[in-house]
């Protein structure tokens, strides 16, 4: 059974730091793995997707990694703003077309 | 938004009682889901469809049935609701093809069962 875990669960920054958020997931035979935001009280925004045979994907001052070897995918924010504060959230696809979620890591960034 | 949209946004209901959600989609993507989320425990599948009649039960099914009679929606009934069934529900679609596509989520129908 395919688990997805993200640590911390919560973490604060100042204003203007860039900052790396973890994702793991225990089965590498994934199809995809996707980035999403969620703000409080609202749905999921897709913020990136990263097919299995992709290394990384940018949009903007988001990055995302992938190295599906060892179950692990990273999202970087560059230059943090009190505007990205909300939970991220990834999601591998496996079998089935089956997404699994991890439980998010809610950001705060202090102005 | 991929044009998900999810009736009702709201609702409270009593225990026993039957309920039926809607997820209405408007560009025709063969796979949609169902999913629940409750603090503690993130986003868990309950059905998910891969097309018209064809659907298959997810990690938390128990308690809910689906149907999915057009392709544009997918149902998901609460045959007797009971108090854990209370949870924000959203519905999902995969854009592009079911093993790699990107998904998108509706906004999402807040159930209270009191």
């Known amino acids: 059974k395919q688990e997805v875990t993200q640590i911390p669960a919560a973490l604060s920054v100042p204003e203007g730091e860039n900052l790396v958020l973890n994702c793991s997931f225990t089965?590498?035979?994934?199809?995809?793995l996707q980035w999403f935001r969620q703000d409080p009280g609202k749905g999921l925004t897709s913020l990136l997707l990263?097919?299995?045979?992709?290394r990384e994907q940018t949009s903007g001052r988001l990055n995302a990694s992938l190295d599906k070897s060892s179950g692990r995918s990273t999202l970087y924010i560059a230059a943090s703003q009190p505007g990205d504060s909300a939970t991220y959230l990834c999601?591998?696809?496996?079998?089935?077309?089956?997404?699994?979620f991890g439980k998010g890591i809610t950001l705060s960034v202090r102005p | 938004d991929a044009g998900i949209t999810q009736s009702p946004r709201h609702k409270v209901t009593e225990t026993g009682t039957p309920v039926t959600l809607r997820c209405h989609q408007t560009?025709?993507?063969?796979?949609m889901y169902w999913y629940r989320q409750d603090p503690g425990h993130g986003l868990r599948l309950i059905h998910y469809s891969y097309g018209v009649k064809d659907t298959d039960k997810g990690e938390v099914s128990d308690g809910y049935s689906v149907s999915r009679s057009k392709t544009e929606d997918f149902l998901l009934t609460l045959e007797s609701a009971t108090s854990s069934q209370t949870s924000v529900y959203f519905c999902?679609?995969?854009?592009?093809?079911?093993?790699?596509?990107?998904?998108?989520f509706g906004q999402g129908t807040r159930l209270t069962v009191v």
């Open positions: 089965d590498s035979a994934i199809y995809n």
């Open positions: 999601a591998v696809t496996g079998a089935n077309s089956k997404l699994t």
């Open positions: 560009e025709n993507h063969r796979y």
């Open positions: 999902a679609i995969t854009r592009s093809s079911g093993t790699g596509g990107e998904a998108f």
């Open positions: 990263i097919q299995s045979s992709q």
